[in-house]
């Protein structure tokens, strides 16, 4: 595993994708963290507040907001994922589209900083969550999926009127970097249900318990339809003291109180800020002591300040020019930590083995591209047109509309082939779909003969 190229107490001021970019891999042990929610809006914090000045834009366009390079990358790399992206786009809007492009190359690079014992808790709510879920799934992996947790709580600015349900929950979903090594949870404990008390009643034993033998013994339907049970009977199977579980939806925890200001509660004036008592419960749950901690859209800093009440270390990132300020003064007034965050503005350089985001999902990569510029799809999609004309190299069909032409790999990612120009080739749409993952270019073109699908002036 990398050593950490970051601090302990770090605080970033820039874009959150330069910093995951630059952080090594596999450093990272929690991430609970809470981006925009895609609200189509602006955010402003309240006048007079600690945070006066702070706002942040949460309207999504394709055009203005996705980079041509995340395209390229999730399109080459991550297939599976571009389709999530993309249905997100077809079902709603360009806009959710360029949301979901800009949250996928983020989470691609937290899935990479997390350790394999690691998770991530990402706050969203209901204007998103089930695109970010699928996107979610291509990266993580459905497999990884641990919970969807529903924080509800009573509508903060008392709305009246509206023509639907009050709109009064949010969702955190919770995926670990892998299921089999994951951290071992400790899920709060909450008493268990009076139908179940009820139920079981007239079984506990003086210590309020019931064991898997006592089980068999008075209750042999419920004990045959267990799922699991351990060799030594005397184990005990429920415990009226120690209580079940939590339920995956949560409505114990306020929200922040927007209009006072920060002498009311705990509200800095920060238009999103969350309860620490919401992050205080997944830091606890999904870490230990002195564990390392990401926020990459921290706000005014809830996840660090429950980070160094709980005793964690903690990482947090925000465009937010005064984010500085505001994670000062809550750390100094809550933490009474002084002078202890290192706030940087130059991303780090990451000094492991460099390796690229490697979900479950990615196409292998074995080699080093060559050195010098990288090509866009665009700009290699132009290279190839200029070199062998609007003609498929795979049939040598010629098309009067270069658009029929699709940019391919020579020899398939999954076999190692690189994005690089040189293995580049512009095949039509039945030679795209021939050649799939299957064959090389001359691989295809032997098969074209064979089939009789080779164009026949140049046979
Ligand atoms: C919903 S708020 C987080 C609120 C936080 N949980 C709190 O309690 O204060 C989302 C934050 O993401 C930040 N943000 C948006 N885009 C970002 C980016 N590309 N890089 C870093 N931060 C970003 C915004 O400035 C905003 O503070």
Not at 186 to 200: A, D, E, F, M, Q
């Amino acid at each position: 595993m990398a050593e950490p190229n970051f601090k302990n107490r770090t605080l970033y001021h820039g874009d959150n994708l330069k910093f995951l970019r630059g952080m090594n891999s596999e450093t990272i042990d929690l991430i609970a963290t809470d981006p925009p929610f895609n609200k189509n809006r602006d955010f402003h914090a309240t006048p007079d507040s600690l945070a006066a000045g702070a706002k942040f834009q949460d309207r999504w366009s394709w055009e203005r907001d996705v980079h041509q390079d995340w395209i390229d990358q999730i399109t080459d790399d991550y297939p599976r994922l571009m389709e999530a992206i993309e249905s997100a786009r077809f079902a709603h809007s360009d806009g959710m589209g360029a949301f979901m492009c800009f949250m996928a190359v983020r989470l691609l690079e937290m899935w990479r900083v997390l350790k394999p014992t690691g998770s991530i808790y990402l706050h969203c709510d209901p204007t998103a969550s089930h695109y970010l879920k699928a996107v979610m799934d291509a990266i993580f992996g459905w497999r990884n999926f641990i919970n969807e947790i529903v924080w509800c709580y009573i509508d903060p600015a008392g709305r009246r009127n509206s023509s639907h349900y009050k709109r009064t929950h949010d969702i955190i979903f919770w995926y670990a970097k892998d299921q089999n090594s994951r951290f071992d949870s400790k899920i709060p404990k909450g008493p268990l249900s009076p139908s179940t008390i009820k139920r079981y009643e007239k079984y506990f034993d003086a210590n309020g318990q019931i064991s898997y033998a006592a089980l068999k013994r008075t209750n042999p339907g419920v004990f045959k339809a267990l799922k699991s049970v351990p060799d030594d009977l005397s184990m005990i199977w429920l415990d009226r003291n120690k209580g079940t579980n939590m339920p995956d939806w949560w409505a114990d925890i306020a929200p922040i109180k927007r209009k006072g200001n920060r002498q009311k509660g705990e509200s800095t004036g920060y238009p999103t800020q969350k309860p620490l008592a919401l992050y205080k419960r997944i830091i606890e749950c999904s870490s230990d002591e002195n564990d390392m901690i990401l926020d990459p859209f921290c706000g005014c800093a809830t996840t660090p300040v429950v980070a160094e009440i709980l005793g964690r270390q903690w990482v947090g990132v925000d465009i937010w020019d005064k984010a500085h300020e505001v994670v000062v003064d809550r750390l100094e007034n809550e933490v009474r930590m002084f002078g202890k965050v290192h706030y940087i503005t130059e991303p780090p350089a990451r000094t492991d083995d460099k390796r690229p985001a490697a979900p479950f999902l990615r196409v292998k990569q074995r080699y080093d591209e060559p050195p010098g510029p990288k090509m866009s799809r665009a700009e290699m999609y132009e290279h190839l047109l200029e070199q062998h004309g609007s003609r498929c190299q795979g049939c040598y069909r010629e098309f009067d509309d270069p658009r029929y032409l699709q940019l391919d790999h020579n020899v398939p990612r999954s076999d190692g082939g690189l994005n690089h120009i040189s293995n580049r080739i512009l095949l039509c749409g039945p030679c795209n779909r021939l050649k799939s993952n299957i064959y090389t270019l001359s691989g295809l073109r032997r098969q074209n003969k064979k089939l009789g699908y080779m164009s026949k002036g140049l046979m």
